[in-house]
């Protein structure tokens, strides 16, 4: 990583803090392990599923893994416990549609990345200003823990229910509101720096990687404690966002993709094929950018993930896969690095597993798959 870029965190050094040392223990004292989903089902419920459960194939199997859509939510907005938003304010409005967003999560099996970038605010203190003859708005925002100033210069584009040509501007620290009449638009910084061209170069940190599926929904709630640790440990210098990816899964085998067989097409049986896959993928991009230790991660969890692994890559018959996490169209945020990851927007990696171990190799950015 280039010298002026800072480091997000310090370095990791042993022991890290508790929750309880960092004041969030006790909000998750009863809270299972956040990888209660890769333990066995209980015998009573199998016996209820068996009839439904997928019907497989022989064939050695290969994947390639790609992302089929991906989207950032600025964890900092909930990580404070806040009280439901007033959906009669805009702020507040934006605030419940990225409630919801999360909410939804919980239910699908989807990766997501815990990242840090460098804490970014609107300056208030400043005003903002109007090109001529133009729909060209100049933001004074401050920079890095240092705040140093800057500015951003975004091009507006009137929206199809305005009913004036150019909006009223309001700033607070986090959010811009621009009153366009017949439309209310709510930004927050970081949606205006991924959705408009700027000159800022800071990267994406993954700090933690995770599966959403959980009935609990305590990543949503900001209940989910190792996120909330990582959270802890970086917030008063950098900002947290989750990067939600929805994988997309190829299997190559001389007998097909066995969620394409008649006697799998049951909710079930969908469930359980993709219930491998994610597990697998996820395991794989925690060794990636975690490393081999998976450090914050408890002794427990690394025995049930090898296990875990042992048992799907057997019931797939997996051989090998590739996990490819570009994108069609990326923006900056998704430079992606972590301290065992080189920063890339190309992240392609190829992996087989050994004895409940998933062995990564990184594809230089040139090759093409």
């Known amino acids: 990583m280039p010298s002026d870029y800072p480091e997000l965190i310090a370095d990791d050094d042993y022991p890290d803090p508790s929750p309880e040392e960092l004041g969030v223990g006790a909000l998750f004292a009863e809270a299972p392990e956040p990888f209660h989903d890769l333990l066995a089902t209980t015998a009573e419920h199998i016996d209820e599923l068996l009839p439904l459960m997928p019907q497989r194939t022989a064939a050695p199997q290969t994947w390639v893994v790609t992302v089929a859509d991906a989207k950032f939510h600025w964890y900092d ?3 404070g416990f806040p009280e439901i938003p007033d959906i009669r304010d805009p702020v507040g409005r934006h605030l419940r549609r990225m409630q919801f967003d999360l909410e939804a999560t919980t239910e699908k099996r989807l990766i997501y990345f815990a990242v840090n970038r460098p804490r970014v605010r609107f300056d208030t203190n400043r005003s903002t200003s109007w090109g001529f003859f133009s729909l ?3 933001v004074p925002i401050l920079v890095g823990p240092d705040e140093k100033r800057d500015s951003i210069t975004i091009e507006l584009e009137v929206p199809f229910a305005a009913t004036l040509k150019k909006p009223s501007v309001v700033v607070t620290d986090r959010f811009i509101t621009l009153n366009w009449g017949g439309l209310i638009e709510a930004l927050s910084i970081h949606d205006v720096l991924q959705q408009y061209d700027n000159s800022l170069t800071y990267q994406s940190k993954v700090q933690y990687v995770g599966q959403t599926k959980d009935p609990m929904g305590r990543l949503a709630r900001a209940r989910l404690a190792a996120v909330q640790k990582v959270h802890q440990l970086n917030s008063e210098d950098n900002d947290m966002l989750l ?16 969620a394409e067989l008649p006697a799998n097409d049951n909710p079930v049986a969908a469930d359980v094929l993709l219930k491998d896959r994610i597990d697998i993928i996820e395991c794989a991009l925690i060794r990636y950018f975690e490393g081999p230790m998976m450090h914050g991660r408890s002794d427990k969890e690394a025995e049930v993930r090898k296990q875990r692994l042992r048992e ?5 018959h997996l051989e090998s896969f590739r996990i490819d996490l570009r994108l069609e169209d990326p923006g900056k945020y998704h430079d992606l ?4 990851a080189p920063v890339s927007r190309n ?3 190829d992996c087989t597993i050994v004895d409940g171990e998933v062995l990564v190799t990184r594809v230089p950015d040139k090759t093409k798959s």
């Open 77 to 79: 907005l909930v990580a």
């Open 136 to 138: 060209k708005l100049t």
């Open 243 to 258: 990067l939600i990816q929805r994988m997309n899964v190829e299997v190559i085998s001389d007998d097909g993709d066995p």
């Open 312 to 316: 799907a890559q057997a019931a797939n």
């Open 337 to 340: 690095y972590s301290q065992h």
């Open 347 to 349: 992240h392609i990696i």
